[in-house]
């Protein structure tokens, strides 16, 4: 059975998630349940940080990309392990500041950040806003010019780089709603107008070419484009940028088939490359950002849930009902992804039938897996979905009225609510 990190299954043949048991989890908790580990977190940011630290000396920093998953206790622990932030929203900007993050260290990202979004940003002291495109380019300097400061920023450009994964994640290549166009001359002409901006500081540039990718060559492709880039604007403008982000997109294993790279990897050709092509332009090498998110995130949760009944219809297929679905995840309906599922409270009984695992939404298409090899499964078993730490509480949504589930965060045998589930009078707080 393919376990990601910090599982295990314990002597009564039931999972285990951070030293606790998952049915001890369901009963204390209920289902559906999100359990986050956050000694698997901790360690991805560690190895993050340290690599950065070994591999570019010559300075960088890693931004968890928070759109992954967002809540106060994500911000804490990304600020106690020397990390960034990326915000995509005055909704994740406000959790982070909520949460005592620095504002120094965040990144505001986003393709149509509105003018109150920007001042709120620029008010909180955000470390770069990264600006996506003209219109915003002057809404920010209006703003700015009102508040009377300056407003650090990295213009997003797009490389025309496609990262080979699915159309719903890729974001590097021409085609694309984010980011000003390198090949067309948008980027440089920003450029320009960025810096007669006195309002306007430019400090580099962004871009960020999709997600969940295995390869390092992408990377490696971008940051030579993007250097290319920088040496062109120094040639044209006189203007020597210091500051490069590659954006993330490191992909994690959602099944035994995924063969993700080891972190360091990825830093080390990176990096080895930069310092070579800034040899050979002898552009001194800038400051690089990273904005992993998934690949913290999504190892360290798993989602719990209770088996309602399973509907055979012979030569057909098996239907495992369970009590959550696309509205606790929705990726699966969204674009078929790929995820683990295991028999979380009989984990040591054979395989027995191969399942769908539907979800209890109004829709014929809320499944969270097919064709999963499963024992023969009863009313009231448990079952876990892995690798479920990124973009889905994230993504939740109160489809057909049903409350988000609880987020607990377990670490040596102990468990905590970090999220508090909804109950029926949330669902109606806002209505009138």
Known sequence: MFLTQGLAVNEKGHLTIGGCDTTELAAAYGTPLYVMDEQVIRDALKEYVRSMKEFYPQGGRIAYASKACCFLEMYRIAGEEGAGADVASAGELYTA?????PADRLYFHG?????GELRMALEAGVGRIVVDNLPELHRLSAVARELGCTADILLR??????AHTHSFIRTGQIDSKFGLTMENGDALAAVREAAAMKEISLRGIHCHIGSQIFDAEPFIHAAEVLLDFLSDVRTQTGLAMKEMSLGGGFGIAYTAEDQPRPYSEYMAMVSGALKKKAEALDYPLPFIILEPGRSI???????????????????????????G??????RYALYQAEYTVAAASRMNDPVACQATIAGRCCESGDMLQENVSLPDMDSGDLLAVLATGAYNYSMSSNYNRLPRPAVVMVKNGESRVVVRGETYDDLIRNDI
């Not at 393709?111 to 003018?115: I, Y």
């Not at 450009?157 to 496609?162: A, E, L, Q």
């Not at 995130?297 to 009590?323: C, E, F, H, M, Q």
């Not at 679905?325 to 929705?330: C, L």
């Open 97 to 101: 500041l909520q949460a005592g993050f």
């Open 111 to 115: 393709n149509n950040k509105p003018a």
């Open 157 to 162: 450009v797009t490389p025309g780089i496609d």
């Open 297 to 323: 995130a999504a190892p360290a949760g798993i989602t719990l849930y209770t088996v309602g009944g399973v509907k055979n219809i012979p030569g057909v297929r098996t239907y495992i009902s369970v009590d």
């Open 325 to 330: 679905g696309m509205a606790d995840n929705p």
